[in-house]
């Protein structure tokens, strides 16, 4: 007998004690409980599995799936006492529970609910490993369909699984390590004090999502300083941008007092977790943060406890918050196949820039027409998410439900006044539509006229309720996608002979590309001589390393190059 089968073989309690045997006889009895296993090491785990593959299914997930759901119950403490190696293997075997049965899926899926009812919601960062979500309700993919997954969890963060968003221990095989930067952005709130606001921002915390200064260029800027200018905007849109900031970077401040509930949507959102696309996950709605010991996560100066953008790539400096460093390594989620036409939703990315232009519209635009804002003054509360739920459909996403209901509904007004009226609102739509980002491209942008111009006149027409005409790409087809840019290349750039002197601007600015530049634009900037001499060294040795730049080690001549001018007095 090996190590590992003495291990198992240990395991059980003699007996039938304990809450296993209590779980498998009130469900019928399908498999003694005369020796329910207690798992606390992996070695135990991987034999355990191996023999539980010869058993009969349903047997094998009694006992698996209700020993790990069980693992702790609400009077056993804090959320994070069970050990996060044996949470890590509790999702994996929740997952394996329902994906192996189709049919039961949904039933089994709702007794794990019950069995782990008494958890707390949270997220933990495993030690070097994946983040380890409990209890979270609702998991959202880019797209914005949601889901109510298994109530364990395992997310790869490691940024290298297979089976993304999912865990599949690649963790390990790589080498991930939790390790911060000592290097990344400082962890410094500033305040900026404008006309009618206080903006505060934590620049330490940013994802580098762009919807603040992709929105609100004038008051977020990217090319100067200070970053932010909190007299270019009006008070409402900046407030709408802060409120997006999906990081926690950013706050508003009225009179001298901070906004901080309003700035968390007032507790009122859903707590979700959403895997957006090629980038972080965004948590929302108040989920416990916890590090690797259970304690709650250390959180920098400001930052929202209702909001956080969680690393999913591997490589931010900032770990576990993301530090926008997905930008920089090229970082993917697996691409459809060969062949794969998308849907006109797929093209747009799906329910959230929808949603995000129906904001614009009605939050923004139609309340500023004249005309418009006294006809949509009584529109309900909901009214984007309506518009951008029939709008989802039409353009080939799911069904809208009850939000998407007639075209009056999705409009938001039982009649045009004139034709002038309806006119003006569709020009708003696609108004809205350029500064939300939707694409440009002609063969999209034209169903998406066509479905907008379709509801803008069905508004007046005797629609029946409920229907939703399906839009697709038409005889032109999808847009042929561009193929993929070589990268930038330094191979041409002329390397100083061994009597040479070496100067920033002739031999070592050349050396970094564009692309170089903007991955450590957040730190220092590789084209500013000044910028480049004060951290001579650091760079010295992640080029060294090979750390730098992230996708591929420089060749040795070209590092050495780089050590000459260090070793001669670093020539401007």
Request: with cysteine.
């Amino acid at each position: 007998m090996t190590n590992e089968q003495s291990t198992a073989s240990q395991a059980g309690t003699a007996g039938g004690q304990g809450r296993l045997a209590d779980v498998i006889a009130t469900r019928g009895g399908l498999a003694a409980p005369e020796a329910p296993f207690v798992i606390e090491h992996r070695e135990a785990l991987i034999y355990m599995l191996c023999e539980a593959a010869e058993l009969e299914h349903a047997i094998m997930c009694q006992y698996l799936f209700a020993v790990f759901s069980l693992k702790q119950t609400a009077d056993e403490g804090a959320a994070g006492a069970c050990p996060p190696e044996l949470a890590e293997a509790a999702a994996a075997l929740q997952d394996l529970a329902v994906g192996l049965a189709p049919g039961q899926a949904s039933d089994r899926l709702e007794e794990l609910w019950q069995l782990q009812s008494g958890l707390r919601m949270t997220v933990q960062a495993e030690h070097n490993g994946p983040y380890l979500a409990t209890n979270v309700p609702k998991l959202i993919d880019h797209l914005g369909a949601t889901r109510r997954p298994a109530p364990q969890l395992a997310l790869c963060r490691c940024g290298a699984s297979s089976r993304k968003p999912l865990c599949d221990g690649s963790h390990a095989r790589v080498g991930f390590t939790e390790a911060k930067d000592p290097n990344r952005v400082p962890d410094r709130r500033d305040a900026y004090d404008g006309q009618q606001v206080r903006i505060l921002d934590n620049r330490g915390i940013c994802q580098h999502s762009g919807l603040c200064t992709d929105r609100l260029a004038a008051v977020f800027r990217t090319n100067a300083e200070p970053f932010v200018a909190p007299s270019g905007g009006r008070m409402d849109e900046i407030i709408r941008a802060v409120r997006d900031c999906p990081s926690g970077a950013l706050s508003y401040a009225l009179d001298g007092t901070e906004a901080r509930g309003q700035v968390d949507w007032g507790g009122t959102r859903p707590p979700a977790i959403e895997v957006t696309k090629d980038g972080p996950y965004r948590l929302r709605g108040e989920i416990w943060l916890l590090d690797a010991e259970g304690n709650p996560a250390a959180r920098a100066e400001g930052a929202s406890l209702e909001h956080c953008a969680l690393c999913r790539c591997g490589h931010s400096r900032n770990k576990p918050f993301c530090s926008g460093m997905h930008w920089y390594v090229n970082f993917t989620d697996p691409l459809p196949g060969p062949g794969y036409e998308p849907s006109l939703y797929e093209w747009a990315g799906g329910l959230p820039p929808l949603t995000r232009m129906a904001r614009l519209l009605y939050e923004k635009h139609v309340p500023a027409d004249g005309p418009l804002a006294p006809a949509f003054a009584d529109m309900p509360v909901d009214q984007p998410q309506r518009f951008a739920s029939w709008l989802g459909e039409a353009l080939g996403g799911p069904a809208a439900g009850e939000l998407g209901g007639d075209v009056r509904s999705a409009v938001g007004l039982s009649g045009w006044e004139s034709g002038e009226d309806r006119a003006r609102w569709v020009a708003l739509v696609t108004r809205s539509a350029d500064e939300a980002g939707l694409p440009a491209d002609a063969s999209f942008r034209a169903a998406f006229a066509s479905s907008i111009e379709w509801l803008a006149r069905a508004v007046d027409a005797a629609t029946p309720p409920g229907v939703v005409p399906r839009w697709d790409w038409g005889l032109g087809g999808p847009p042929v996608a561009s193929s993929e840019q070589p990268k930038e290349s330094i191979a041409n750039v002329s390397l100083p002979g061994p009597d040479e002197t070496v100067s920033y601007q002739a031999n070592i600015k050349p050396l970094f590309r564009e692309h170089d530049r903007q991955s450590m634009s957040v730190i220092f900037d590789l084209w500013s001589y000044d910028d480049v001499r004060a951290r001579a060294s650091e760079i010295l040795a992640k080029l060294q390393d090979g750390s730098m730049p992230c996708d591929g080690a420089w060749p040795e001549a070209k590092i050495a190059v780089f050590k000459r001018w260090t070793d001669t007095g670093m020539q401007p």
